[in-house]
């Protein structure tokens, strides 16, 4: 549900939208990943993992906006489902996002690909 | 109002406060720009700007949160021979302090979650928020925390005709 909250302002929604790609499940994510929106998108990857797909593909190539603590959540997530025998691919063309993976040096912890892996 | 700022003035200035809680953040980041834009910062440096405004916020409520209390975040924007960003929060060296107990968190703020998970990635972010800040920002200097105050993080970036930083 993308609810406004009620003040007539455009909110910091995020997009969640889920598919199926191969052996993975994506969860593209568009909008702005801050303190805010972060607890919908770690939740989300939760309610997947718990549904048993621990082959998880986030998409920030849509995304407008990723803070640190969206970049907390990523090396949570990748954490959660490697100790429960599965993986996280963060899918990421945007440079934007890039730069800050690169700058965090966090495109080495994390599995970071151009397009879900489909084979 | 003449929306021109003169340089050789006193530095025009933006200031404001806000609650500790996650929904501001996206407030504190949108000001940010529009002041950075309106001040003549170049538009490749905006982005930067944004998200820098973002991270000391988001640092400023962490240790709000860690230190249990609901003080107002401090932001203050001047422009000047540079565009400056100060981000103020008001969580004390509680070393310093050992006989002061930390005030409950009022209603207002975001509770701390109880979530390990969540704490986990909280403690995380807080140590990423400085990662991006020092690779992010050429002129980065925090200050504090002491017995009587929290800590600053000021930043600061280049205006058309300003001083660099190495002029002073």
Same mark, same amino acid.
């Given at each position: 549900m993308r609810g406004s909250s009620g003040d007539g302002t455009s909110g910091p929604e995020l997009g969640l939208s889920l598919s199926t790609v191969g052996e993975y499940a994506v969860i593209a994510v568009s909008g702005e990943i801050d303190m805010y929106t972060a607890p919908k998108l770690r939740e989300a990857v939760r309610q997947l993992s718990a549904e048993g797909s621990m082959l998880v593909a986030i998409d920030?190539?849509?995304?407008e906006f990723c803070d640190s603590t969206g970049l907390g959540v990523l090396i949570g997530a990748r954490r959660r489902l490697a100790d429960a025998g599965g993986a996280l691919v963060v899918v990421c063309s945007n440079p934007r996002i890039r730069k800050l993976l690169d700058l965090t040096g966090l495109d080495k912890v994390l599995d970071v690909q151009e397009a879900v892996p489909s084979e | 109002m003449n929306a021109k700022y003169d340089h050789r003035a006193e530095p025009a200035t933006v200031r404001f406060a806000f609650t500790?809680? *996650?929904?501001y953040v996206r407030a504190a980041r949108l000001v940010a720009a529009d002041v950075a834009s309106h001040a003549g910062v170049t538009t490749g440096l905006l982005d930067e700007v944004r998200q820098a405004v973002g991270e000391a916020c988001t640092r400023a409520i962490l240790r709000h949160r860690e230190a249990k209390i609901d003080d107002l975040v401090r932001i203050e924007f001047s422009i000047g021979d540079r565009f400056v960003a100060k981000i103020t929060d008001? *969580?004390?060296?509680?070393r310093a302090q050992p006989t002061a107990p930390p005030a409950p968190a009022a209603p207002h703020g975001d509770a701390r979650p109880n979530d390990h998970d969540t704490r986990e990635e909280e403690s995380l972010s807080e140590e990423i928020t400085l990662i991006v800040l020092d690779s992010l920002v050429e002129d980065l200097v925090v200050t504090g925390p002491d017995g009587e105050k929290g800590t600053t993080v000021s930043m600061s970036w280049p205006l058309p005709g300003g001083a660099s930083p190495a002029e002073h």
């Open positions: 920030l190539t849509p995304t | 500790p809680a *996650a929904a008001n *969580a004390r060296d509680m």
